[in-house]
């Protein structure tokens, strides 16, 4: 039986995605047609902290968050708008990516390095608080 491993899928979603780097990531902040999404788990949030000015989607209810039919729809998930995710290494965010491209979105990328690249050349966080 063929299947595809974890790292290959990462390769085939990076592939046909955009990816920013940190720096470019913080160029952004502070852009309202950019939304900065984390999709680590809750308790990597409330542990490590957040992106100043960045949502929070667990990567496991990404799907029902992003469909406007769905009744968890969040409304920072906006089609007009080009959305950035990022996780903790980059590997998550880039196969949300492809998920959210799946989903009709078409403006989306992804934060090459993560959360411990953030840390590393940037170091600038905000305490998680749950919305």
């Given amino acids: 039986m063929d299947y595809l491993t974890v790292e290959q899928?990462?390769?085939?979603?990076k592939e046909n995605?955009?990816?920013?780097?940190?720096?470019?990531?913080k160029e952004k902040l502070n852009n309202s047609?950019?939304?900065i999404i984390d999709i680590r788990d809750s308790s990597e949030c409330i542990e490590n902290g957040i992106i100043p000015g960045s949502f929070h989607v667990s990567r496991g209810v990404l799907e029902f968050n992003a469909d406007p039919k769905c009744e968890y729809y969040k409304d920072f998930?906006?089609?007009d708008r080009e959305i950035i995710l990022y996780c903790h290494t980059g590997s998550r965010s880039a196969l949300a990516s492809a998920t959210l491209k799946e989903?009709?979105?078409?403006?989306?990328?992804?934060?090459?390095g993560g959360f411990k690249d953030w840390m590393?050349?940037?170091?600038?966080?905000d305490d998680y608080k749950k919305m």
């Fill in 120 to 125: 590393r050349k940037i170091g600038d966080i």
């Fill in 77 to 79: 998930f906006d089609k």
């Fill in 103 to 112: 989903m009709g979105y078409t403006n989306v990328a992804h934060m090459r």
């Fill in 33 to 35: 047609n950019v939304c």
């Fill in 17 to 25: 995605l955009h990816e920013f780097s940190v720096q470019d990531v």
């Fill in 9 to 13: 899928m990462v390769k085939e979603a």
